[in-house]
């Protein structure tokens, strides 16, 4: 039995895909990963793929940068949206999406993040 981070049910373990590495179970169950599917088709064919000389709004690099990082058949870019209002956000690179994904694109636990490398920051020399 595993339990799904979607639908939060405990499902018996052929009610989950394997991962693309194929060493580990998804963590959400077919029928929520067949709905993200559905929601992330609806959503690019509303909004479309990122247009020419697009960057990645939070690590600022380019298609030629972000190339090398994701899965070659998925492309440089991914669609981010909201999980809960399932409304588009925009595109990531596949590096920041997963960091976003690691925090739960929780806000606090970023500002908390955020906060603890601040803290860890050596004071500026030329701040006199």
């Known amino acids: 039995m595993k339990l799904c981070n979607k639908c939060n049910q405990l499902l018996p373990l052929d009610s989950f895909n394997n991962a693309s590495g194929g060493n580990y179970l998804r963590p959400e169950c077919k029928n929520c990963n067949k709905e993200l599917d559905n929601i992330r088709k609806k959503l690019r064919e509303e909004f479309g ?3 020419d ?3 990645c709004p939070i690590c600022l690099d380019s298609e030629s940068d972000v190339r090398k990082r994701g899965r070659r058949k ?3 870019w991914v669609l981010d949206h909201c999980h809960t209002t ?3 956000r925009g595109w990531l690179c596949h590096k920041c999406n997963m960091a976003l994904g690691g ?4 806000k606090n636990v970023l500002q ?3 906060d603890y490398l601040t803290k860890g920051e050596k ?4 701040s006199s």
């Open 112 to 114: 908390r993040a955020i």
């Open 53 to 55: 000389n697009y960057v």
């Open 74 to 76: 998925q492309g440089p």
């Open 103 to 106: 925090f739960n694109d929780d």
């Open 123 to 126: 004071p500026d020399d030329n």
């Open 49 to 51: 793929m990122p247009k």
């Open 86 to 88: 399932h409304t588009f």
